[in-house]
C-alpha cells in the first residue's frame, strides 16, 4: 500500500484554501509536501460529511473538545495526590475513579500513574508509534513522537534526561515504561523541596507537562 | 462464555517468542527472545494483530506488563543494575522459561 | 532466522540528541486527529489499522512525512480500501479545493 505518488508544490499558488491554516515551523520538513495533505484533509472531510458519516458540528465540536485538554488536567490529579494521602493511593490503584472525582474523564484507555520514589525514577515512551495520555495531557509533544526520542529513551534513559536538563543520582533506578498496547502512563513526580505551605493551586503551577511523561522533574522557587 | 484464565501470575518468568512476522504486531523487536518478569496482569484486549487488518471479530488476549532488566536487553548497557523497561505483551507472545516450575 | 525489523520499530537503535524544539499544532493537523476520533466513534476505522497503515507507507515516507501527515495518508489509504470514499471522487474534490472552485472548510 503506498501513498498516493506525484509531488505537489508546496506554496497553494494565488488562492487559500484555508484561511486559518499556516504552516507549523519545522525547519526539518520544508521541502516535503505538506501542502497536500491539508488538501487532502479538506477533501476527505468535505467527502465524509456529504456522505453523512458524521456532520460539519461534530467536526467542529471535537477539535474543540481536544482543545480542551492539556497537561493542567494531569497537573491537578498530581496537586491533589501531594496533599490527600487517601487521593494519591486511590489514584495510583486506579485514575479512572480517582480523577473523577475531580471532574475529570481520563477517556477510554486506561491510565496507570506510576510513582516516581527517591529509589526509582520513572519515564515514558512508546518506540513504536506516539501512545500518549491524551486526556490528562492533550497531544504529545514533537519531541515525543520524535525518531531520536523514541530510538534512545528505552536504551541509554540517563543521557535523554540530561538532555532534558535532568540529572539523576547514580543510585536512583530507571524505570522506562513502553507504551506499547492499551494502557497509557502518567507520571505522578515527587513533591519538591520548597513546596511545603503551597496550596493545590500553586503546586498544580510547578507540575509541567514534561515531568508528567517522566523527561523532568518538578521545581519549586 | 467464560474465558481461560491467564496463563502467567505476577512474578512469573516469561520469555518472549522469538518471532519475526511480517505483519503488524505491537511486541517491539529489541524484546524478542528476552527473559522478562510478568510485573501485572492488564486484563483482556482485543487482538490488535487482527484489528489492524479489519477483523471486527478480533478475539480477546491476555495483555500483560512485563519487566526486563535493562542490562539484559542491551549488551552495552551502562546504566544502574537495577534499571529495567517495563512493556505491555500480549499473552501469545510469552512462553514459560524452561527450567522454572509452572 | 529473519531477524527483520520493521522500519517504525525502532526501540534501542543509535540516534541523535532529542530536540525539544515543538510547533503549535495547526488547525489542519487538529482536523486530522479530530477526523480519525469520528471515524473511529462511528466503526469504521480502527487505530490499529491507523497505525497499521503508517507502517505500510515505507520508510522514506515514514521518515519525510510529519506525523498527522502520516496520518492522513494512511487513513486515506484505509478509506479507499474500505470503499468509503472512491479514487475518482478524491482526486476530482482535491482537484477542486487546490483550484479554489470549492471552498474548503466545513
Redesign the interface.
Known amino acids: 500500500m503506498n501513498e498516493p505518488a506525484g509531488g505537489h508544490p508546496h506554496e497553494h499558488g494565488g488562492y487559500d484554501v484555508d484561511p486559518t491554516h499556516h504552516h507549523p515551523p519545522q525547519p526539518d520538513l520544508e521541502d516535503t509536501p505538506l501542502a497536500r495533505h491539508q488538501v487532502m484533509q479538506m477533501a476527505v472531510t468535505s467527502l465524509l460529511i456529504e456522505k453523512g458519516i458524521f456532520s460539519g458540528d461534530d467536526m467542529r465540536a471535537q477539535v474543540e473538545r481536544m482543545d480542551g485538554l492539556n497537561p493542567g488536567l494531569g497537573a491537578r490529579l498530581v496537586a491533589r495526590a501531594w496533599t490527600d494521602h487517601g487521593f494519591r493511593q486511590r489514584l495510583l490503584a486506579d485514575s479512572k475513579d480517582a480523577a473523577a472525582e475531580l471532574g475529570i474523564d481520563t477517556g477510554p484507555i486506561p491510565i496507570l500513574v506510576m510513582e516516581n520514589t527517591p529509589e526509582t525514577h520513572n519515564l515514558v515512551v512508546c518506540t513504536l508509534c506516539s501512545c500518549y495520555p491524551k486526556f490528562l495531557l492533550g497531544v504529545p509533544p514533537d519531541w515525543y513522537k520524535s525518531r531520536n526520542y523514541r530510538s534512545r529513551a528505552v536504551r541509554e534513559p540517563r543521557k535523554v534526561l540530561a538532555e532534558f536538563g535532568t540529572e539523576l543520582a547514580p543510585d536512583v533506578a530507571i524505570r522506562v515504561h513502553d507504551s506499547t498496547a492499551d494502557m497509557r502512563y502518567m507520571i505522578l513526580p515527587i513533591r519538591p523541596t520548597g513546596s511545603e505551605g503551597m496550596g493545590e493551586e500553586e503546586l498544580a503551577g510547578l507540575v509541567t507537562r514534561d515531568s508528567l511523561v517522566g523527561v523532568a522533574v518538578p521545581r519549586a522557587g | 462464555m467464560s474465558s481461560p484464565a491467564p496463563r502467567f501470575a505476577p512474578g512469573t518468568r516469561v520469555r518472549v517468542h522469538e518471532r519475526f512476522p511480517p505483519g503488524h504486531v505491537r511486541t517491539p523487536w529489541y524484546c524478542r527472545g528476552k527473559i522478562g518478569e510478568v510485573e501485572r496482569i492488564c486484563g483482556r484486549f482485543r487482538n490488535p494483530e487482527q484489528l489492524a487488518y479489519g477483523n471486527r471479530e478480533a478475539t480477546q488476549e491476555v495483555l500483560y506488563r512485563v519487566g526486563f532488566a535493562s542490562a539484559s536487553l542491551w549488551p552495552d548497557y551502562g546504566g544502574s543494575e537495577h534499571d529495567c523497561v517495563e512493556i505491555e505483551i500480549y499473552e501469545h507472545w510469552l512462553e514459560p522459561v524452561s527450567g522454572d516450575t509452572a | 532466522?529473519?531477524?527483520?525489523?520493521?522500519h517504525?520499530?525502532?526501540?534501542?537503535?543509535?540516534?541523535?540528541?532529542?530536540?525539544?524544539?515543538?510547533?503549535?499544532?495547526?488547525?489542519?493537523?487538529?482536523?486530522?486527529?479530530?477526523?480519525m476520533?469520528?471515524?473511529g466513534r462511528?466503526?469504521?476505522l480502527?487505530v490499529?489499522?491507523l497505525?497499521?497503515?503508517?507502517?505500510?507507507?515505507?520508510a522514506d515516507?515514514y521518515?519525510?512525512?510529519?506525523?498527522?501527515?502520516r496520518w492522513?495518508?494512511s487513513?486515506?489509504?484505509l478509506?479507499l480500501?474500505?470503499r468509503?470514499?472512491e479514487v475518482d471522487?478524491?482526486g476530482e474534490?482535491?482537484a477542486?479545493?487546490?483550484?479554489?472552485r470549492?471552498e474548503?472548510?466545513?
Open positions: 532466522m529473519d531477524k527483520a525489523r520493521r517504525h520499530d525502532m526501540g534501542g537503535l543509535e540516534a541523535g540528541p532529542v530536540n525539544r524544539d515543538g510547533h503549535d499544532h495547526a488547525p489542519w493537523e487538529k482536523r486530522v486527529d479530530a477526523l476520533v469520528l471515524l462511528q466503526g469504521i480502527t490499529d489499522e497505525r497499521r497503515g503508517i507502517e505500510e507507507l515505507g515516507a521518515d519525510r512525512y510529519s506525523y498527522y501527515e492522513m495518508a487513513m486515506t489509504n478509506l480500501e474500505k468509503i470514499i471522487e478524491l474534490r482535491m477542486e479545493i487546490e483550484t479554489g470549492r474548503a472548510l466545513p
